[in-house]
């Protein structure tokens, strides 16, 4: 499933809030793909408009608990948990997100 931009994946941030996120990956088992649009200033992120000046998009694997990041024209490769990547997309900023908590250093 890939969501680009606007709202929907509201939803998916919403339905990681139940008591067993464990749960909700068991039945959604296909990989999630988070395409921002292309923001004129950093910090412009929310639940409602995925924005990012850095990121270019996240596709995460639910099962491996993996997700491939694009940015420019590389890819990385994270392990990330579900509320890992919840927080991540709640995020003010995308990028400064991924520098401060993702990235490895």
Same mark, same amino acid.
């Given at each position: 499933?890939?969501?680009?931009?606007?709202?929907?994946?509201?939803? +998916?941030? %919403? %339905?990681?809030?139940?008591? !067993?996120?464990?749960?909700? +990956? =068991?039945?959604? *088992?296909?990989?999630?793909? +988070?395409?921002?649009?292309? @923001?004129?200033?950093?910090?412009?992120?929310?639940?409602?408009? @995925?924005?990012?000046? +850095?990121?270019?998009? /996240?596709?995460?694997?639910?099962?491996?608990?993996?997700?491939?990041?694009? /940015?420019?024209?590389? *890819?990385?490769?994270?392990?990330?948990?579900?509320? #890992?990547?919840? @927080?991540?997309?709640?995020? =003010? *900023?995308?990028? #400064?997100?991924? !520098?401060?908590? /993702?990235?490895?250093?």
């Amino acid at each position: 499933m890939c969501w680009i931009g606007y709202g929907p994946y509201e939803k +998916f941030i %919403k %339905k990681l809030a139940v008591a !067993n996120p464990s749960l909700l +990956f =068991k039945t959604k *088992s296909e990989p999630q793909e +988070f395409v921002p649009v292309r @923001a004129a200033t950093p910090g412009r992120n929310t639940p409602e408009r @995925a924005a990012s000046t +850095f990121i270019g998009k /996240i596709r995460c694997l639910p099962y491996s608990q993996m997700s491939f990041v694009h /940015i420019g024209n590389g *890819s990385y490769v994270y392990p990330m948990r579900e509320q #890992q990547l919840a @927080a991540w997309l709640k995020s =003010k *900023s995308l990028g #400064q997100h991924y !520098n401060n908590y /993702i990235k490895l250093k």
